[in-house]
């Protein structure tokens, strides 16, 4: 089967991957480069997590998600994850953390429920309130991801899958599979995946009123030596607690400390130039002000622009026919579901499945409780 693929990011390309390992035919169109630095899926890293809030479905796809990436590492021949663990701060009534312990319960998912002393042996480089506790798992850490989409797109060319970069699609005929190219030349196949990422309503203009891309700033910095050697064995922290929505990837393999706060989110145009604000990396720091100490002495190494596509519920977004599916992300969620997503994909695609269990099991509701 010949299959179509709008978008060489995570979801493209392990699209491809998983189609080209069943002995199929991906051909994969991007408008930069493959892959691409203006992507969502291109950043030195990214979360793999269990704790989900009160999303059960999505808590409860992350072990299909591992084992879709064992499946990927074994294709690559190289493992590109770092399992470092990961950590939510609590200390209201209502935040995710106690959310996610909720959720583990439901689930009989073992995690540790650390006091503050614990969290602090933990991450010493933390300044904890006095009602704070942690909520860890030793399972989930980094998903090296730039290594990762740059590894699927060697492995697709090696196998000698199309890859057609700097090409954008202009137009997308879903019912008939078939793509207009910039070039004024159409293309036809048995099936079609978009999977634009914040671009994707720009195609799919039913998507307009429901996915709106997001610019995200996430800022690396250089702790000084001593936290550095702390933050080096840290776990991933998923939340530190509070509104500000502010996650933190410890500095593995050879990448950066990256800070990110969800609150500093707004809309945007993802072809825009990519330039900061003046001051807007310390403006991130801003939220971390009360969860770090020393942190006027780490250095900013760099502010990084980013956008992705987020919808109102916080679910991914998935639209089909009989031959064509979009799919685009639900902000910081997808990368971590990659792998499985793209297995999933190439299994409907190819199979005579039901569109609407896909759809549900794609959105994490097949499997909330
Ligand atoms: C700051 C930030 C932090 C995040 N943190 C996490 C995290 O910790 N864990 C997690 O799981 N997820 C996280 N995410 C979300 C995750 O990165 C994205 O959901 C995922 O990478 C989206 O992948 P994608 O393939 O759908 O889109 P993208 O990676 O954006 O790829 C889309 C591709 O489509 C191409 N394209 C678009 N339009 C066209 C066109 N018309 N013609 C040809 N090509 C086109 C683009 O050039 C691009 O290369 C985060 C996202 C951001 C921005």
Same mark, same amino acid.
């Given at each position: 089967m010949k299959v179509?693929?709008?978008?060489?990011?995570?979801?493209?390309?392990?699209t491809a991957w998983a189609l080209a390992r069943r002995g199929h035919t991906p051909v994969?169109?991007?408008?930069?480069?493959?892959?691409?630095?203006?992507?969502?899926? @291109?950043?030195?890293?990214?979360?793999?997590?269990?704790?989900?809030?009160?999303?059960?479905? @999505?808590?409860?796809?992350?072990?299909?998600?591992?084992?879709?990436?064992?499946?990927?590492?074994?294709d690559?021949?190289?493992?590109?994850?770092?399992?470092?663990?990961?950590?939510?701060?609590?200390?209201?009534?209502?935040?995710?953390?106690?959310?996610?312990?909720?959720?583990?319960?439901?689930?009989?998912?073992?995690?540790?429920?650390?006091?503050?002393?614990?969290?602090?042996?933990?991450?010493?480089?933390?300044?904890?309130?006095?009602?704070?506790?942690?909520?860890?798992?030793?399972?989930?850490?980094?998903?090296?991801?730039?290594?990762?989409?740059?590894?699927?797109?060697? !492995?697709l060319?090696?196998q000698g899958t199309?890859?057609?970069?700097? %090409?954008?699609?202009?137009?997308? $005929?879903?019912?008939?599979?078939?793509?207009?190219?910039?070039?004024?030349?159409?293309?036809?196949?048995d099936a079609?995946?978009?999977?634009?990422?914040?671009?994707?309503?720009?195609?799919?203009? $039913?998507? %307009?009123?429901?996915?709106?891309?997001?610019?995200?700033?996430?800022?690396?910095?250089?702790?000084?030596?001593?936290?550095?050697?702390? !933050?080096?064995?840290?776990?991933?922290?998923?939340?530190?607690?509070?509104?500000?929505?502010?996650?933190?990837?410890?500095?593995?393999?050879?990448?950066?400390?990256?800070?990110?706060?969800?609150?500093?989110?707004?809309?945007? $145009?993802?072809?825009?130039?990519?330039?900061?604000?003046?001051?807007?990396?310390?403006?991130?720091? %801003? @939220?971390?002000?009360?969860?770090?100490?020393?942190?006027?002495?780490?250095?900013?190494?760099?502010?990084?622009?980013?956008?992705?596509?987020?919808?109102?519920?916080?679910?991914?977004?998935?639209?089909? %026919?009989?031959?064509?599916?979009?799919?685009?992300?639900?902000?910081?969620?997808?990368?971590?579901?990659?792998?499985?997503?793209?297995l999933?994909?190439a299994e409907?695609l190819t199979g005579?499945?039901?569109?609407?269990?896909?759809?549900? !099991?794609?959105?994490?509701?097949?499997?909330?409780?």
């Amino acid at each position: 089967m010949k299959v179509l693929i709008v978008g060489g990011g995570i979801v493209g390309l392990s699209t491809a991957w998983a189609l080209a390992r069943r002995g199929h035919t991906p051909v994969v169109y991007d408008q930069g480069a493959v892959p691409n630095p203006m992507a969502a899926s @291109y950043d030195q890293h990214r979360i793999i997590r269990l704790a989900y809030g009160e999303r059960d479905g @999505y808590c409860r796809m992350v072990k299909p998600a591992f084992q879709a990436w064992r499946r990927l590492w074994h294709d690559l021949g190289e493992q590109h994850y770092v399992e470092t663990g990961t950590l939510l701060i609590g200390s209201d009534a209502d935040d995710y953390a106690t959310l996610s312990r909720a959720s583990f319960d439901r689930l009989s998912i073992p995690y540790d429920e650390l006091d503050k002393a614990a969290v602090e042996g933990l991450c010493p480089f933390l300044r904890l309130g006095g009602n704070a506790w942690g909520l860890y798992n030793t399972e989930g850490g980094v998903l090296l991801a730039d290594r990762i989409v740059n590894a699927l797109a060697a !492995w697709l060319r090696s196998q000698g899958t199309e890859i057609y970069p700097l %090409t954008t699609v202009r137009g997308a $005929d879903f019912h008939n599979a078939i793509i207009a190219l910039s070039d004024d030349t159409q293309h036809e196949a048995d099936a079609l995946v978009v999977a634009a990422g914040a671009w994707t309503p720009q195609l799919v203009p $039913d998507l %307009t009123s429901i996915v709106e891309p997001k610019r995200q700033v996430v800022v690396y910095l250089e702790p000084r030596t001593r936290d550095l050697e702390a !933050w080096r064995n840290s776990p991933v922290i998923v939340d530190f607690g509070g509104t500000n929505e502010t996650w933190a990837i410890p500095p593995v393999a050879n990448t950066g400390l990256k800070l990110g706060a969800g609150v500093h989110r707004r809309g945007g $145009d993802p072809s825009a130039p990519r330039t900061l604000e003046a001051n807007e990396a310390t403006q991130v720091l %801003t @939220y971390f002000q009360s969860h770090l100490r020393n942190l006027e002495r780490y250095r900013i190494v760099e502010g990084r622009v980013c956008y992705y596509g987020c919808s109102n519920d916080e679910r991914f977004v998935v639209n089909t %026919t009989k031959r064509a599916v979009a799919i685009t992300g639900c902000s910081g969620h997808m990368f971590k579901f990659g792998a499985l997503f793209g297995l999933e994909l190439a299994e409907f695609l190819t199979g005579a499945g039901d569109a609407d269990a896909f759809v549900r !099991w794609m959105q994490g509701k097949a499997m909330d409780g």
